[in-house]
């Protein structure tokens, strides 16, 4: 294939060689070497960049330094600079070789020497004229031969040639050539997000939101994977990311899906380009577009339909992220209820017969029963809470599930309250559920509700449940409630005089009683009697209970004098402030 005419085929066949374990291979490292004669830039980059991983390679490579042809001085000095090991027992050559008279392969040769000499400022005596260079091909090759100087200019704390190299990386970053300030900006960014220096790196944004738009596609990527290092802070560069979404790279695609996500406050006006990435051939770049989706939340509920055809995806991990996606767009994503519905009881609508990999689990979803059990069901669940109300459906199918499993229990109940009506109803028939720390957490997901009859009603019955625990979550619950909790007053009088009643949740129910009727007559007794309580909070709270009653509570004026003494600072305090307003 480097034998045809046709540009097509030579490039096909040093492209398959670059790909090719060759290192043992003299044919088809010469063919590779013949390359960078090519008349074809691609395919001269192309072996260039072959050759330069290529250890076996490299004495061919010198001997190349020497030709006539510049073509070829040039590519053998390029991939001698991008060369990251076999260099140093060849420095007399390359010293010698720094003599060409062409200034560009001098400059690709300074690189390689910055690899192996410690001689940084030798090194930069060759790179800075070109920087200052008129020709923008130098100027390009210089910026890239600064690569040699990336430790010191990321690291610049005793180096006493950092603020040298920083005059010129920014002299390089308002340059009139997109590539230079590109290549410029790339030289600050490490190759670990842990080393990264924000505040240092976001205003290269603009750089590389520009570098996004330029028409090579490997300056579009570097520009891409610099943006993703720094995340929420690329939102200048939204608009770029919204058109780089139907970039004809899939990598550039993936990330400008990512950084989406990342800025989603920001990014209603990607819903349209991400609708279409969907629909991408690859699945990681569906699967990111609906997590992008999800990110965005409400505002993105234009997708809805999209993405409950995404959730049917018989063999793609996007099904999982696009299920995710629809309950944060939340109630107005109503119409995914029935598919969410099938998929909790079945999986997808197709079945999955692939393994999914989310968040590092792979789970098989190929049956009912590996589903039934499985990270993905949570999943399903949550979304169901999250879309609200609209869920009403869902309830039976969901309380069917949780009895025979107790891995679903806690966000089933979750979800359940987050429906609300016949979720509400459900939750209230589980208190009398044999399981006691099923009964507790419907308890628990009650106190997040609104109040009504039937829920007050029902963490009445809760107060005389025969576990602890249970009694405990309805007195906190109550407490949540307020004021409009007054009814379960006589409730609570009833607890407290049981003489059996624990310690705990006498405290509990001063709590209680402090929220919802602190000025009642009973709770005033209690209150009083609990002055001595052995627990610190409660007595202050006790006092502060009285404190509200003012002159009514007179007859607790002795008490509070006494607990003026008391070991606790608060209590004391609470005691002085509940005497002036009784004694007022």
């Not at 920083?166 to 590109?182: G, P, Q, Y």
Request: net charge positive; hydrophobic share 45%.
């Amino acid at each position: 294939l480097l034998k045809q005419k046709d540009v097509a085929s030579r490039r096909l066949g040093v492209l398959g060689l670059s790909l090719a374990p060759v290192h043992n291979c003299v044919e088809a490292r010469l063919g590779m070497i013949r390359s960078l004669s090519d008349s074809d830039e691609k395919v001269r980059e192309t072996a260039i960049n072959a050759l330069s991983r290529l250890p076996m390679a490299r004495d061919d490579l010198f001997e190349l330094l020497s030709s006539r042809r510049l073509v070829t001085r040039r590519a053998a000095a390029k991939a001698l600079g991008r060369s990251t090991s076999g260099l140093k027992p060849k420095q007399r050559e390359l010293a010698r070789a720094l003599n060409d008279k062409d200034p560009i392969t001098r400059l690709h040769l300074a690189r390689a020497m910055g690899t192996v000499t410690g001689q940084p400022q030798k090194i930069l005596g060759i790179v800075a004229p070109g920087l200052n260079s008129k020709d923008v091909e130098q100027r390009r090759v210089a910026i890239d031969a600064f690569g040699a100087f990336r430790t010191i200019l990321l690291y610049p704390r005793n180096q006493p040639l950092a603020p040298v190299l920083n005059k010129f990386i920014e002299t390089a970053l308002s340059d009139d050539d997109l590539e230079v300030r590109l290549r410029a900006a790339e030289l600050l960014f490490p190759q670990s997000t842990y080393q990264i220096d924000l505040p240092r790196l976001k205003r290269l944004v603009p750089v590389l939101a520009k570098g996004l738009t330029a028409k090579r596609a490997s300056l579009r990527k570097m520009a891409a994977k610099c943006l993703v290092m720094v995340q929420s802070e690329a939102t200048p560069a939204k608009k770029e990311l919204i058109l780089a979404l139907k970039d004809e790279s899939p990598a550039i695609r993936q990330k400008a899906a990512f950084l989406l996500a990342k800025i989603s406050s920001d990014a209603s006006e990607a819903v349209p380009g991400l609708i279409a990435l969907l629909k991408d051939p690859w699945e990681i770049n569906r699967k990111l577009a609906a997590q992008a989706l999800g990110a965005i939340g409400p505002k993105a509920k234009s997708a809805v339909a999209a993405l409950i055809q995404t959730a049917k995806d018989s063999n793609s991990g996007a099904c999982l992220s696009a299920v995710e996606a629809l309950g944060k767009i939340g109630p107005a994503a109503a119409k995914a209820v029935p598919t969410l519905i099938h998929a909790f009881n079945h999986g997808t609508a197709r079945g999955i017969s692939a393994r999914i990999s989310y968040h590092g689990y792979a789970s098989p979803l190929a049956n009912p029963r590996s589903f039934a059990s499985g990270t993905e069901r949570v999943i399903i669940l949550k979304s169901l809470g999250e879309i609200g109300t609209a869920a009403t459906s869902a309830v039976p199918h969901i309380v069917k599930a949780m009895s025979g499993s107790k891995n679903l229990e806690t966000v089933a109940v979750w979800a359940l309250s987050k429906i609300g009506g016949r979720g509400t109803e459900a939750l209230l028939k589980g208190l009398t559920h044999p399981s006691e720390s099923f009964r507790v957490l419907c308890v628990q997901s009650l106190s997040e509700m609104s109040p009504s009859a039937k829920l007050l009603q029902g963490l009445r019955t809760a107060l005389s449940d025969a576990s602890t625990e249970v009694r405990r979550q309805a007195l906190f619950a109550l407490a949540l409630q307020g004021e409009q909790a007054g009814q379960a007053r006589e409730d609570l009088m009833k607890l407290w005089r049981n003489p059996k009643l624990s310690a705990e949740i006498r405290s509990d129910l001063v709590r209680t009683l402090f929220d919802i009727a602190p000025t009642h007559a009973e709770s005033r007794l209690v209150f009083l009697a609990s002055l001595q309580n052995d627990d610190p909070l409660t007595r202050q709270l006790a006092a502060e209970g009285l404190g509200k009653s003012g002159r009514e509570a007179k007859e607790a004026v002795v008490a509070l004098k006494r607990l003026l003494k008391d070991d606790d600072s608060l209590v004391r305090q609470a005691a002085a402030d509940a005497l002036k307003k009784i004694q007022k």
